[in-house]
Nanobody, 119 residues
Framework: QVQLVESGGGLVQPGGSLRLSCAASGITFEIYDMQWYRQATGKQRELVARITSSGSTNYANSVEGRFTISRDNAKNTVDLQMSSLKPEDTAVYYC?????????????WGQGTQVTVSS
């Protein structure tokens, strides 16, 4: 059974930092591209950061330079280091694992972790 379990969310003041972690099980972690998405109240879910199986990264414009995604294939984890947080970063953050081969797609989601940026 595939599980993605996020942790590290919470309440932080503007300008502060948080580190989210996602622990994966039930998949061959190293072949999956891993993403962090977020969804604010009343808004659509959006891609925040991606790290491919080969280690390439990309970020949403809104978080570029403030957030860093990393993975540890030995521990089956993907982290999101968030710095200089703003109130508009407030959202539920979701971990996502994605893999496709021979026209078959595998896509899994975690349950989400709340991040609230407020003074």
């Amino acid at each position: 059974q595939v599980q993605l379990v996020e942790s590290g969310g919470g309440l932080v003041q503007p300008g502060g930092s948080l580190r989210l972690s996602c622990a994966a099980s039930g998949i061959t972690f190293e072949i999956y591209d891993m993403q962090w998405y977020r969804q604010a109240t009343g808004k659509q879910r959006e891609l925040v950061a991606r790290i491919t199986s080969s280690g390439s990264t990309n970020y949403a414009n809104s978080v570029e330079g403030r957030f860093t995604i990393s993975r540890d294939n030995a521990k089956n984890t993907v982290d999101l280091q968030m710095s200089s947080l703003k109130p508009e970063d407030t959202a539920v953050y979701y971990c996502n694992a994605e893999y496709s081969k021979n026209k078959r797609q595998y896509n899994y989601w975690g349950q989400g972790t709340q991040v609230t940026v407020s003074s």
